[in-house]
């Protein structure tokens, strides 16, 4: 079956950095277009940044861009997301997700499948 597993969260202190792993099986990893979303408590979902198939292209939310880079190694099948400058307002469980419908869609109700979660917690 599919799976995603994210890993890397933990806490650590305002600006410093952290690197997101996720390890993806049971699909054809380099078909999927792959995305890094979070959620803290009482918030909806959002998404943090996106990745297509080849990394080719990539989109990051506001307010995240210049400060988080996401990468893909599709052998083997891993996403990553470097986070520098990192701020309390950065603390939320991060999910990765996967969409297989060709496009490189911001939205999470258009990703299929979905990890379960890495918590970073950013003190100040």
């Known amino acids: 079956q599919v799976q995603l597993v994210e890993s890397g969260g933990r806490l650590v202190q305002a600006g410093d950095s952290l690197r997101l792993s996720c390890a993806v099986s049971g699909l054809t990893f380099r078909l999927y277009a792959m995305g890094w979303f979070r959620q803290a408590p009482g918030k909806e979902r959002e998404y943090v940044a996106v990745i297509s198939w080849n990394a080719d292209r990539t989109v990051y939310a506001d307010s995240v861009e210049g400060r988080f880079t996401i990468s893909r190694d599709n052998a083997p099948n891993m996403l990553y997301l470097q986070m520098n400058s990192l701020q309390p307002e950065d603390t939320s469980v991060y999910y990765c997700?996967?969409?297989?419908?060709?496009?490189?869609?911001?939205?999470?109700?258009?990703?299929?499948?979905w990890g379960q979660g890495t918590q970073v917690t950013v003190s100040s």
């Open positions: 997700a996967a969409d297989g419908s060709g496009g490189l869609p911001t939205s999470s109700s258009r990703y299929h499948y």
